[in-house]
């Protein structure tokens, strides 16, 4: 029977195999240049930054919180900067975007080598590295891929977005031995020098062919051969719409919880009683699961909709949010990072093809810009109130069922409002007539 179930599943998802194969290969150049931005980014992102803050605080005698406090301020100036710069990936080329972004986070990085010197290199390096790195990397990455594809949009994000698990899977390593070994200064200037001399070039490289988006991309083709017309949005036409805010409630769940999860996953451990080093090592099916759903996802959105996704992709997060609040044994810590890392693959993906199927691709450098910057400003609330809520007494455990319950509640409404999403564009149509 097993045997059969194997086949079975073989047999249905050879096609969709097959397909991604050919996609892949008629679209490497593009789709490889797009999931390296992606893999770069790592040098923005805090698993990758943390690993120095000991020896930079060290060096300026700086407490957890002075250091908090100067990084949380670059975070979200960073934010802010990038929901006012980040329209320019609509009106610039591509590979104009992406090496600008590089050559930006190789002098951010150059300047992170010095940061022990004064706290006023430290700032505005967290800030190139945060702007540059977290935010533009992924944003030109993300953006291009929704502007080149359409019917294919699913896929393209998908295999791009993987450019961020990878960057987990090895950055962090590398950055520890070289810590280890040489100090954290040689660690950025390394930095610096291998975006410079490797990056840049394989970028430009990689992107002296520009891919023209089909000039039919504001049609969304369904597989069934339907066109439907999808009108552009500008900024000002989507914070009028009240189902950007609606969405909102259920895109942001995954940044926020998983977030403080992550930061918090410690002091988890400490009250359920768990094997620290099991959770490490469950890191590993967490990222499996984040890889093959990514995967998945975009394969589905491209057969059906982003938007049939929204009432399903949070559903694994919110049984792995609830879990510890049920059972206490350490049996379920992988169950728990494969419902994280499910809903983090989804979300990755969804959040590159959603937004683009809602609102059109011709200005979507500035809607996503703005959702970017709410995304920021998620994350870096999200420690701080569940910190808050922790000191007030209220177990980590009992905040995560909460947030589980939350999900379930947003993915119900994201099933509530499906008409209204596949009505937004018949709306700005007789609006702007």
């Known amino acids: 029977m097993a045997r059969g179930i194997l086949v079975a599943i073989a047999a249905i998802l050879s096609p969709a195999v097959g397909e991604m194969l050919s996609f892949i290969l008629a679209n490497a150049r593009w789709l490889l240049a797009g999931l390296l931005m992606c893999l770069f980014s790592g040098f923005g992102q805090t698993y990758f930054i943390s690993l120095s803050s000991d020896a930079i605080r060290g060096a300026l005698n700086l407490s957890h919180g002075q250091f908090g406090l100067g990084y949380g301020a670059a975070t979200l100036a960073s934010a802010f900067a ?103 200064s040689y660690l950025w200037a390394g930095g610096a020098v291998f975006i410079g001399m490797i990056a840049i070039p394989v970028i430009f490289f990689l992107l002296r062919v520009e891919r023209e988006p089909n000039l039919a991309s504001t049609d969304a083709v369904s597989e069934d051969g339907n066109h439907q017309k999808a009108y552009d ?23 926020f919880m998983v977030t403080a999860y992550f930061f918090n996953q410690q002091h988890l451990g400490s009250i359920m009683e768990w094997d620290l080093s099991v959770m490490v090592a469950s890191m590993t099916v967490f990222a499996v699961a984040q890889v093959v759903t990514s995967l998945m996802s975009g394969w589905i959105i491209d057969k059906w909709s ?128």
């Not at 030109?140 to 929704?146: E, K, L, N, Q």
């Not at 500008?234 to 769940?253: G, H, N």
């Not at 199927?357 to 910057?373: N, P």
């Open 82 to 184: 990038l929901s006012h710069f980040g329209k320019l990936v609509d009106v610039w080329s591509v590979r104009r975007s992406a090496v600008t972004t590089l050559i930006g986070l190789s002098l951010a990085c150059a300047l992170m080598a010095t940061a022990s010197l004064s706290i006023w290199l430290l700032v505005p390096a967290i800030f190139g590295l945060r702007f540059f790195g977290q935010g533009f990397c992924g944003h030109v990455a993300m953006t291009s891929a929704g502007k080149w594809y359409s019917a294919n949009r699913g896929k393209a994000v998908s295999i791009v977005g993987l450019g961020f698990p990878l960057s987990e899977s090895f950055m962090p390593a590398v950055a520890a031995l070289m810590i280890s070994g040489l100090g954290f």
């Open 233 to 255: 949005w500008r900024r000002a036409d989507v914070l009028k719409a009240p189902e950007f805010y609606i969405v909102q409630m259920a895109t942001l769940c995954t940044p």
């Open 306 to 433: 982003s938007r049939v996704m929204l009432p399903v992709f949070l559903l694994p997060l919110a049984v792995a949010l609830c879990l510890p609040v049920v059972f206490k044994t350490s049996i379920i810590i992988p169950l728990v990072y494969i419902g994280l890392g499910m809903t983090a693959g989804a979300s990755a993906t969804q959040a590159g093809a959603l937004w683009p199927e809602l609102f059109g691709t011709r200005f979507l450098g500035d809607v996503r810009a703005l959702i970017y910057a709410v995304m920021v400003a998620s994350t870096a609330a999200s420690p701080f109130l569940t910190g808050l809520l922790i000191g007030l007494g209220i177990p980590f455990d009992l905040q995560l069922a909460c947030f589980g319950a939350f999900c379930l509640l947003a993915s119900g409404l994201m099933l509530l409002i499906q008409p209204n999403l596949a009505g937004l564009n018949s709306r700005l149509s007789t609006k702007n007539n």
